[in-house]
């Protein structure tokens, strides 16, 4: 009868110093994912601000703009339909720049 009641006080006594470590951990553990989360919120702003800038700045209007200014000759965007005639020929265009440089790779 006494060995088991100290094997019960031991248990409980075990159970006491264990469950504030566990909690301890867990609070440590909750602040780091805490962290992380705001990283991760302060990174998708930058990466929206960042996407924000380079559509302005790469649009063609603004490319357009920015190109006048700097160079002195006169500068005309086109249009797509003068670049390609139709999605056959574009596909075209690169099955070719494609075997050209397979070709340059297996003559090196």
């Not at 075990?14 to 867990?26: A, G, M, R, V």
Request: glycine content about 0%.
């Amino acid at each position: 009868m006494r060995n088991k009641s100290i094997f019960i006080f031991l248990i409980y006594l075990s159970f006491f110093i264990l469950i504030p470590i566990i909690k301890n951990e867990t609070r440590l553990i909750e602040k780091k994912i805490e962290s992380f989360e705001n990283k991760i919120v302060s990174l998708e702003k930058h990466l929206i601000e960042a996407s924000l800038e380079f559509q302005y700045l790469s649009s063609a209007e603004n490319l357009y703009k920015t190109i006048n200014k700097n160079l002195d000759l006169k500068y005309e965007s086109l249009d797509v339909s003068q670049i390609y005639s139709s999605l056959e020929a574009f596909i075209n265009q690169q099955k070719q720049l494609s075997k050209i440089s397979t070709n340059e790779t297996q003559t090196k």
